[in-house]
């Protein structure tokens, strides 16, 4: 698979990042609602554009992962960012943030569904995304741009060790809704154990 630069669908292009994103990203790692749903750093730093800008290298060297700044031309300002990484086989997962500027006005779409067709012009099998059930924009999002519901990511991770190398279901994307938290057993005589963060929360990105 050889990962274009850029892509573009005419109203938004997906470039690589630059050492001349650090400010934007920065920021935008600090935006409230990326923080409601992803797990960023309490004060994000120099270290972490760093960090970021090293998995991004890595994942284009050993090809499992692609990041991609989301802008709306003539303007090369980044407004968010969209990124595919390899699971197993030829699955992969996208995932996906905007700063406020970004929201609001279908780029982020526009954007998901650039990567996903690439990916599938590429030949991957299959697509995935999971996302917080209560993330209604994030949902949204991912049904414009042609996921479909699939269900708790808990089931489907048991249903995909349960038959390994089941049959191939052709190119496709799925929505997975992860569960809240795996049910814990009630503490004897006490109230419920406290629900873990689910796995799609806190996911970090990178
Ligand atoms: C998820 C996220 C990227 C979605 O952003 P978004 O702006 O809602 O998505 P889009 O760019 O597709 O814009 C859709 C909105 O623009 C509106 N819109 C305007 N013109 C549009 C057009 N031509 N096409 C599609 N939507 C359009 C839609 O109606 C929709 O608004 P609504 O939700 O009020 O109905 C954003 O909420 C975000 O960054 N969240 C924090 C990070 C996060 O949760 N990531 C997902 C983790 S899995």
């Not at 005419?10 to 797990?39: C, H």
């Not at 760093?50 to 031309?73: L, W």
């Not at 991770?157 to 049959?167: L, V």
Request: proline share 9%.
């Amino acid at each position: 698979m050889k990962p274009p630069d850029s892509i573009t669908d005419g109203v938004v292009a997906l470039r690589t990042m630059r050492e001349s994103d650090r400010a934007v990203v920065l920021s935008t790692f600090a935006d409230p609602l990326v923080r409601q749903w992803l797990n960023m750093p309490p004060r994000p730093s120099d270290a972490d554009f760093d960090a970021v800008m090293r998995t991004i290298h890595n994942g284009f060297e050993s090809g499992d992962r692609y990041d991609y700044c989301v802008t709306e031309p003539p303007d090369d300002v980044s407004l968010g960012a969209v990124i595919a990484s390899r699971r197993h086989r030829d699955n992969w997962e996208v995932a996906y943030l905007a700063r406020a500027e970004g929201r609001g006005r279908g780029l982020m779409t526009r954007a998901v569904r650039l990567l996903c067709d690439w990916l599938l012009e590429e030949g991957v099998g299959r697509i995935e995304l999971r996302t917080h059930p209560d993330n209604e924009a994030s949902q949204k999002l991912a049904q414009r741009a042609g996921f479909r519901r699939e269900g708790p990511a808990v089931r489907q991770a048991r249903e995909s060790r349960a038959r390994p190398g089941g049959p191939r279901a052709g190119p496709r994307r799925r929505l997975v809704l992860p569960r809240s938290g795996p049910r814990r057993p009630r503490k004897r005589g006490g109230r419920r154990a406290r629900r873990r963060t689910p796995s799609s929360v806190r996911r970090a990105l990178p």
